[in-house]
């Protein structure tokens, strides 16, 4: 079976430190990988998607980037962080690109900047 | 502007009601419309996907409708129970764009004894 794994759990940083939150999944090959965000009373918001290894697309434009080092593996990362990075971020795989399959959540990483 | 609409904001409810929670959505062209079920500071769990050539979908005591006219979906939960109580997410995929889902903000729900 197919499983999501993100860390840390939590993390608080101070505003301009650098920022490295890691998400793995296991039980599949060539994944669809996402990171999202999800700030205090907003929806969830795309950052980053990619399709392979290397290939990434950015949806927002912001002082984060991410990057896939290996098939199963999507870093999220801030060289300084701000406040308004703030919030809960979510790794998610699907099978299928496109769309047209669901897709599957980690267990989030709360970071909080002071 | 938002995308998706989610009504109630929040919900609370007696044990043993049938609920019914709505999304709505701005883009008749949608590829597929998704309901995820979200616990407090936990990941999101998928519940029903409905393509849009489908009306519904159901799993156990869950309804999902979708009325792609009215751009409009409907979570159905049938006999509610404490375990029930959660964030409901609805989310869509427009056209054929690589897993892009346009997340509503959720209803809570709380389901009391």
């Known amino acids: 079976s197919q499983t999501i794994h993100q860390w840390p759990a939590t993390l608080v940083q101070p505003v301009g430190s650098p920022l490295s939150l890691e998400c793995t999944v296991e039980?599949?090959?060539?994944?669809?990988l996402y990171w999202y965000r999800q700030a205090a009373g907003r929806g969830l918001q795309l950052l980053f998607y990619?399709?392979?290894?290397?290939?990434i697309s950015s949806e927002v434009p912001q002082n984060l980037s991410a990057s896939r080092p290996q098939d199963r593996q999507f870093i999220l990362s801030s060289k300084k962080l701000l406040l308004s990075d703030s919030g809960f971020y979510l790794c998610?795989?699907?099978?299928?690109?496109?769309?047209?399959?669901?897709?599957?959540f980690g267990p989030g990483t709360r970071l909080t900047v002071l | 502007k938002q995308e998706v609409t989610q009504i109630p904001a929040a919900l609370s409810v007696p044990e043993g009601e049938n609920l019914v929670l709505n999304c709505s959505f701005t883009?008749?062209?949608?590829?597929?419309l998704q309901w995820f079920r979200q616990d407090p500071g936990k990941g999101l769990t998928s519940l029903l996907l409905?393509?849009?050539?489908?009306r519904e979908q159901t799993s156990g005591r869950l309804n999902a409708s979708l009325d792609k006219s009215s751009g409009r979906s409907t979570l159905y939960i049938a006999a509610s129970q404490p375990g029930d109580s959660a964030t409901y997410l609805c989310?869509?995929?427009?056209?054929?764009?690589?897993?892009?889902?346009?997340f509503g903000r959720g209803t809570q729900l709380t389901v009391w004894p």
């Open positions: 990619s399709v392979g290894i290397g290939q």
């Open positions: 998610a795989w699907s099978v299928a690109a496109g769309g047209i399959d669901t897709q599957y």
């Open positions: 883009d008749s062209a949608i590829y597929n």
């Open positions: 989310a869509f995929c427009r056209g054929s764009t690589l897993g892009r889902l346009y």
């Open positions: 409905i393509q849009s050539s489908q």
């Open positions: 039980g599949t090959s060539n994944p669809n």
